[in-house]
Every structure is written in C-alpha cells, then in structure tokens.
C-alpha cells in the first residue's frame, strides 16, 4: 500500500487504536461481558461503530442521573446497512419486533435511507444485532472508516433505469463490505477465523480501514432526492431512454463542518468524468483506494475525501486516477436535475404495479395518540405483497402494490391515519431534521423534537403571504456536522446552542449549490420574524418559476457560494487580518 509518508509519522489516536485492533475486535466481547457498567470501554466504543452501533446517553436525564451518582443512562444506538433502502414485508415484521422487544419502540428512516435503532441497553446489543441478521440484513458497515450504506434513488419499478439503479447500489454496497472475521465472531457466535494480524482479513482497506468514513450515491436525473454532491463519491445514471449505460462520476462531496473553525467547510463533488458500467467497479475502488492512501491520518477533521482533494487539487486527483486505472474517464455526459425532494401518494408502474409514498416527518415511526403510525404499517407489512422503500429523505414508499392488493393497503391507510400528502403542507412535505437530542452525544440544539413546532410557525407565515403552495426545501439540525444536508437546503437551520441556530438561505432547489450563512444564533421566533419580510419580497418580486433560494442570491441576501472553499469566505478573511 502507498501510503503518504508524510501523514505516517503523526497519526492520530484513533489509527493506533484500528491497527492494534485485530481487524476490529478489539476487546469488544469484554466490554459486553461486563454487567457492573452499561457502557463498553472507550476504545470498544470506537470499535463499534464498525459494527453499526454507537454508543450514547439519554440526554434528558444527564444532570438528574449526575446529581443522584448514577452513571449515565447508557444505551447504543444501532444502524442496519440496508443498500438503496429496501426490505421485504417479513423483514419488515421482523425489524418491528425488534424495536418492540430491544429498542424504544420505533424504527427511525435515516437520511441514508436505512433504519436505526435508539435505546437499546448493553444487554440486548447482541441479540438486537444478531435478529437484523436472522431478518437477512446487516449492521457492519453501517457506521465507521469504510464504504459505508450505498444510496440510490428510490423508485425502482418506475422503469427499467431504476431496477438499474438499485442492482447497482447493492453491488457497490457488497463489494466494498470489510472482511473481517471479528462481526461473525462477536454477534453471530461463529467459530474464529483468526486474531493473527499476519493474516490479510482486509486486502481492500488494510488493518487500518479509511481514514474516515466513505458514501457513495447514484442519482438518476431529473431526481436528485439522493443528493448526489454530498457524497465522497456519486455516480449521475446515464441511459439510453431504457437502459443505463453508464455514469458521471463526482468525486468529494461532503457537509461537515465545525462552527469557527473556517478550515472545515461542506463540499459539493466535483464531476469528473463518465464511465461505463463495466468500468465502474475498477473506477470507484481506485477513488476509495486513492483516499485510502492520501487521506489525512493525523487530523480526522481533514481527513474526508473533500479536503484530500482540495488539499492537493482536483487536477491532482483526476491525474492520479487515470494513473492507477491506466486510462481515462471521459467527459461527462450531459444531465439535469430538477429537485432534490421526494414526490409523494399513489403512482402506478409500466407493469401495472401502484406504489404509496408517505411523507414521515423526520423518519420517525412510532405510534402516538393522534396517528398509530407503527401499527398501521405493522398491520400493512402482514398484508403487503410486495416491499418497502425507504428515501434518503426520510420518507417511505410502501411499493409494488399488486393492483388487487390496492384497496386493502388504501382501507389501513385509513383506519391507522397515516401521513398522506393532501394532509400535509407543502413546507413539511419537503422539510427535514437530523436526530439530535436526546440521544445524539454531538447534538447542540434540538433538531427532530422542535421541527414539528417550527412547521406550524412557518406555515402560518407562508399561508398568510400566499406561499402555502410553494416548494421552499427546510432542512434543520442540532449541528453543524450537516447529518440533514442543511448547506444543500433552500433554508437551514444549523444548531448553534440550546434553542438557537444559524441561518443559512440560498441553495438551489436541486441540491447544486451550497447555501451561506445568513444570520447567526437567533431563536426560533427571531427565524421567523427574519424570514417573513423575505418571503414577503419573495411573493412580490420572484420571477416567474424562481425558487426561493435563487431568489435569495440575485437579491443579494446573501453571495453565492461557488464552492466549498468559499463557504467561509469571510470567516477565513477576517481570520487572515487577524493573524497578519
Ligand atoms: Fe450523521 C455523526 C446521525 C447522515 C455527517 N450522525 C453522526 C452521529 C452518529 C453522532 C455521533 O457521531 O455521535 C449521529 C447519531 C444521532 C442519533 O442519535 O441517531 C448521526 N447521520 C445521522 C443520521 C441518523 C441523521 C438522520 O436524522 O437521519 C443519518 C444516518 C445516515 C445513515 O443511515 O448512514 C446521518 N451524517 C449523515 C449525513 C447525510 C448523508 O450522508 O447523506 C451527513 C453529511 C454528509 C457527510 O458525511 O459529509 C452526516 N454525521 C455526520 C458527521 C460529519 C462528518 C464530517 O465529515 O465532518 C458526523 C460527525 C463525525 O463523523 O465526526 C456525524
Ligand atoms: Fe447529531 Fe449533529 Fe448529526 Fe444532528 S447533525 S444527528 S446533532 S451529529
């Protein structure tokens, strides 16, 4: 392996910890052993991640377990690897029984369209891990410094393009799965294959994995629901009106970023080329292999394929590719995208199938009082002869509904009130949030628990301008590592302390452009009282068919953002004459 010298000598605690860990054994089956603490040790706690689960806290009760000398209350929540998002009925059953007998009682969509889990304690870690796998799903690679769930659009029996898609989601997703012996042998009780470092368990990722974690997305215009440049690696589908026939190919997307830290800023990826499919495989291992080698390893702020890139130039990067693969990509093939959120109710495929796509606000299944939401697709999934699909916008298609199948899915829709478009307003429709609290350790603000509460505020501000009918694309989240993808959100609100976020205004409707800060730290009514008299000029001066967010940026609320590294401008301007 290659790796960049320079980066060798000061690496990072966490590159220690991986090389030293067996191929990410660690000392886990210990750590789960142990009864006197819900916790695992820190160096496990990093481990896990690998396998799909992360260790958190209730934050809720943080202060009052601390005031009685109680240890946190600890529990993991736990991510199943579910490529391109989709699962059958019975896996669907079996996964809510799983929440039902392990977790809290509900299944939460996540922005990489999979499921996670959320309190589940130590003691049923194992058994929690090993029902996804009997339910023929997995967690490994869910989370961790690996190519982690592969992305793609979600409608895969709309045409041929899309069953396409979704073949080829799954075919990344398992080329690049870890190798490693240590999940069998941790969750599956199979026998060991090996705790000798000697032998190569990882010929793709080496003892020690990525620098940082990996995505891939593959898009198929004119939907861009996946986000395509906010992935390290996105593929753009390209088809001949039936098939597809290859992809573009972007390299460096990613959100995260740090509040003041100017050097961390979310990237849009860079379109580099077209392949074709037999090409892709060779073409997406060698970009994994080229972070793999010069990703930084001593500061895992930097170490995503954005800054690997922006550090040595996008110019540097397409030369090292053509020089591993020995050839070069073309030049990209033409594409256009039109939106970046999900289009929801009945639709009906060429084979006659019909197919519901429900709005779920932030991914969240549960039952409440007013909408027994978990129950109801319970009742669905018992039924359903055909599967689920789950959108990387947090919403469900309950698809390839067999046509004398219809009525009945339609009369449980009913019974159970679930969330159908034309009960929704536009704004939430297309509205997303990160988890945040309590449960995320990261969290600096809610994000999931106050977005219902700022809808109602944002909705009777645009119903009273006229804009009720209008697709204006909110995302919020509890910080600014961007699990939402806020910097590709017409609005974002970016946690910024409890019950204040930053404000940023301007991204294109389609996920192409980055959005700027607008106004720092307000509360939720200050938003709203920044954002009416805008939405005021809006209606009066747009142009005809212009989004909200272009709007913003030829009215000069905010500049253009043309790329990542200009995300900051000003922040590493005034840190400049600072520093001078
Ligand atoms: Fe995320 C960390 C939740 C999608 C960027 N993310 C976390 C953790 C695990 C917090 C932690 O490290 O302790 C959050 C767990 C919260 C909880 O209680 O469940 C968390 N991320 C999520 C999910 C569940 C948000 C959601 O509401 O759906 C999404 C799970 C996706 C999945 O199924 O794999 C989720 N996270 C994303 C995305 C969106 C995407 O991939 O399309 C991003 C931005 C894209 C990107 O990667 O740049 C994202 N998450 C992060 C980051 C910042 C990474 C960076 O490069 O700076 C962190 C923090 C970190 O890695 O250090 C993070
Ligand atoms: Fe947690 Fe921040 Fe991600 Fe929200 S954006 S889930 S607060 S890490």
Redesign the pocket.
Known sequence: MTQNLQQQSNLSPDEALKRKSRYLRGTILESLADSITGSATSDDIKLLKFHGT?Q?DDRDLRVERMRQKLEPAYSF?V?IRMPGGICTADQWLQLDEIAQKYANNSLRI???Q?F?Y?GVIKRYLKSTIAGINKAALSTIA??GDVN??VVCHNNPYLSTCHEEVYDWAKRLSNRFLPQTGAYPEIWLDKEKISADSSIKEEPLYGETYLP??F?IGIALPPSNDI?VF?QDLGLIAINDGNHLIGFNVSVGG????THNVPETYPRLASVIGFCTLDQIFEVAEHIIRIQRDFGNRSDRQQA?LKYTIDSRGIDWFKEELNQRLGWKLESPRPYHFESNNDPFGWVQDFKGNWHLSLCLL??RIKDTPEQPLMTGLREIAKIHQGDFRLT?N?NLTIANIPPAEKKNIEALVEKYHLPMPEKISRVRQDAM???ALP????AMAESERMLPDFLNKLEAILARIGLQNDPITVRVTGCP?????PYISEIALVGKSLGRYNLYLGAEFAGQRLNKLYKESLTEDEIIETLTPIFKHYAQDRNKGEYFGNFVVRMGYVEEVKEGKDFNKKDIELKAVKTA
């Open positions: 992360y958190q929540m991510r996540t922005t990489r999979t996670q959320h869910a989370c982690r769930n940082r974690k995505k986000d906010a990613g959100m995260g970023m995503r932030s991914g990387t947090q949030s990160c988890v449960t995320c350790g990261l590592n961007g699990c939402g993808r």
